[in-house]
Nanobody, 125 residues
């Protein structure tokens, strides 16, 4: 079992930045692909970014490429999502997920076995 806890969300003005963290406990997350998803009000959950096991290949949704950066610190059992140049369309609850996911399947939420509770990001215009 893996427990995930997100933090770092908040209210930020358009153009601002945040760093989201996802701390894992239980089993080490180093052997899992870690993903970030988000869900805006009235919308389906969507893929944001992933960092894949074992080579830490990164994947990004087109809407966040060049603005978001995913990274992991295996020693701290933590995954980060650095988000920059925020705009109101980025407003959502951001979820961290872990799973034994390979290749392009990283974009599918159903491939992940473990989920955090989410952290709210609100971007004001």
């Amino acid at each position: 079992q893996v427990q995930l806890v997100e933090s770092g969300g908040g209210l930020v003005q358009a153009g601002g930045s945040l760093r989201l963290s996802c701390a894992g406990s239980g089993r080490t997350t180093s052997r899992y692909t870690m993903g970030w998803f988000r869900q805006a009000p009235g919308k389906e959950r969507e893929f944001v970014a992933a960092i894949a096991w074992p080579y830490s290949v990164t994947y990004y949704a087109d809407s966040v490429k060049g603005r978001f950066t995913i990274s992991r610190d295996n020693a701290k059992n933590t995954v980060y999502l650095q988000i920059a140049s925020l705009n109101p369309e980025d407003t959502a609850v951001y979820y961290c997920a872990a799973g034994q996911v390979l290749g392009t399947r990283v974009v599918r939420s159903t491939e992940y076995a473990y989920w955090g509770q989410g952290t709210q990001v609100t971007v004001s215009s």
